[in-house]
């Protein structure tokens, strides 16, 4: 499965079910409302040549030294902000690409976000963060997957400075959805997961089978995608025992870090079912690991 129409058709089989869990999973805390004016403060958008300089938020200034400007609309229901992770390590994949998979699930948040007449914001992130500009309704949803699917991903993940420049644009109460392979210290994750206490946020991590379960075996040499640094090892069966060991501390890890939080959490493998992914993501239970 790709991220096109025949995606958007299997997601609108399965409207009814998504639907329902998302309304029993979030109903009242949707609303935003402003009694006096009819009016409501929803985000803001970087200032460009041509927009109103009253409407440049000093305060954000200050904190992210990037001009943003203010914008209103009327009473809308909860705003969903899906940022993917699109940096060199999300291009591997075997059946799809991890930033393939990762796209399928913020879209599937997106189309969602429609039906039940609400906003949403797509972002990716890698050394710098790209917010999309795309078109309102259907048609935004259309010309997102259109970007996503120019995109190559590419270099490091500057994650936490990504989320932060990312939070400095969302005042009002929001689901935050962040998809990655989180292949880095999870302080990081903790260390930016406190901004969002006043928004609901899930947390996705996607990992390709053969990182959770390693095909490798003898002298091997090792490439980062990331950093373009190389090692030579030998790897035996004690290295694979290793590994997966380190590999599942690290998901904890990461689960740890989301509970402390209250956050919904949620590690898949690109093998899994998108829908099956996404009734762990609504339901009601516990933080999976897949």
Request: some cysteine.
């Amino acid at each position: 499965m790709t991220i096109d129409v025949s995606f958007l058709r299997q997601l609108d089989r399965f409207d009814v079910v998504l639907k329902k869990r998302v309304i029993s999973n979030y109903a009242g805390a949707r609303q935003s409302k402003n009694y006096g004016t009819g009016l409501v403060f929803y985000d803001y958008k970087e200032y460009v040549p041509g927009d109103d300089f009253r409407a440049i938020d000093w305060k954000v200034y200050g904190r992210t030294e990037d001009f943003y400007i203010r914008r209103y609309e009327e009473e809308r229901n909860m705003r969903i902000h899906v940022i993917i992770d699109a940096s060199a390590s999300m291009n591997f994949g075997t059946r799809f690409k991890k930033f393939e998979y990762a796209s399928m699930i913020g879209m599937g948040f997106c189309y969602m976000a429609l039906r039940n007449n609400e906003s949403f914001e797509v972002s990716t992130f890698a050394e710098t963060l790209d917010v999309f500009k795309a078109k309102k309704g259907m048609n935004k949803l259309i010309s997102t997957i259109d970007i996503l699917k120019q995109i190559t991903p590419k270099g490091r993940s500057f994650f936490r400075d990504s989320i932060e420049k990312y939070k400095a644009a969302i005042s009002t109460k929001s689901l935050v959805i962040i998809v990655s392979d989180f292949l880095f210290d999870p302080e990081e994750l903790k260390n930016t997961l406190y901004l969002f206490k006043k928004s609901e946020v899930m947390v996705v991590q996607v990992l390709d089978s053969s990182e959770r379960e390693l095909a490798l075996d003898g002298d091997i040499i090792l490439s980062d995608s990331e950093t373009q640094d190389r090692m030579r090892t030998y790897i035996s069966n004690r290295v694979i025992e290793n590994y997966s060991e380190k590999l599942l501390d690290h998901i904890y890890n990461i689960k740890k870090v989301c509970d402390s939080f209250n956050v919904k959490f949620l590690s898949v493998s690109t093998e899994t079912p998108i829908f099956e992914a996404f009734y762990n993501l609504l339901g009601t239970a516990d933080n999976v690991i897949m």
